[in-house]
């Protein structure tokens, strides 16, 4: 694998694409990576798909060879972001991302909502929402129950994109530094997205408040932390640090190992999932019990 890592940067350096066959990956049903066939080392897609992330590339569709295929790696075009809109404004780019595409995100998302048992009437806090695409993903969890749901951000367009989608939801533009508010009041289950790790929000400080101050002694919280950036439209794998082009996890897993720490502390069973999104869910047992 060394020797094709090296050469496709070169390809890709030269002429910003690759095209080169390997072996069906289709005839190496039940080989590991790596292991010989009569045509040569067998790959799985799932190797050439994180390679192609990995060197920053569009995997286009493989073109059948007779036992081998021709695999086709685009360089993505960096493309400068346009800022004037805001970076999470209802007219920035980020309102084309929608998490729920992403089957691991739906899937864990899903999984960590039923782990928490909320009864219809509970109230639900959702920080930093957005354009509130992720509240959709109550009522996938529970349709037939109905939830007193606030969700605040600092962003008004966003908010009025949120008000728009869901008009039974109360949104309120806030800052999470101002926490604790006591006009929130206190809540059943507090959802934070990809929102404790914002520049200038003091993850801290305002988890510890969340907990203090608006959870319901029987409440539980599900907290995202994003582990991937957007190139091109696609998601590519692993949280960078800033000015950083490959992945490092350091603040990921710091931040990800504070908050579990301190909920197993308080008495939460706490469960880590999802890989683009590493989602903490910390279940009060007293809910459970
Ligand atoms: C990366 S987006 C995540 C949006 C959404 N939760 C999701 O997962 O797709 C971060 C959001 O947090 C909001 N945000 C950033 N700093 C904030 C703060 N200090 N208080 C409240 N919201 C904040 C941004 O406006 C933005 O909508």
Partial sequence: MHVVVTRLRDLLARDGAARFLVPN???GDGRYPGEETSVGKHRPYSVWVDLADRLEC????????????????DLVERTSRDRSAGR?????DFQRVDKLEDPLFLDDMLEALH???????ARVLHLGVNGGREL????LA?????????????????????????????????NVNDLPDETLGTFDLVVALSVLQSPGVDTDRVFRVL??????????VILGFPNCRYLGGEVSYGARLLNFRKPDLSLLVKDVALVRRH??????RVYVTGKYEVLVTGVNVKSTA
């Fill in 211 to 220: 907990l203090r101050d608006h959870l319901k002694p029987s409440g539980s």
């Fill in 142 to 174: 529970f349709p037939d129950r109905a939830f007193d749901v606030v969700a605040v951000d600092v962003d008004d367009s966003a908010l009025e994109l949120a008000r728009r989608r869901f008009p039974q939801h109360a949104f309120r533009v806030l």
């Fill in 115 to 121: 782990r928490v048992p909320l009864a219809s009437g």
């Fill in 58 to 73: 569009r995997f286009l569709t493989p073109v059948s060879h007779g036992d081998f295929v021709e695999l086709r790696f």
């Fill in 263 to 268: 909920l197993q502390k308080h008495g939460f």
């Fill in 25 to 27: 990956p289709d005839l």
């Fill in 88 to 92: 999470y404004g209802a007219l920035s």
């Fill in 136 to 139: 959709a993903l109550l009522d």
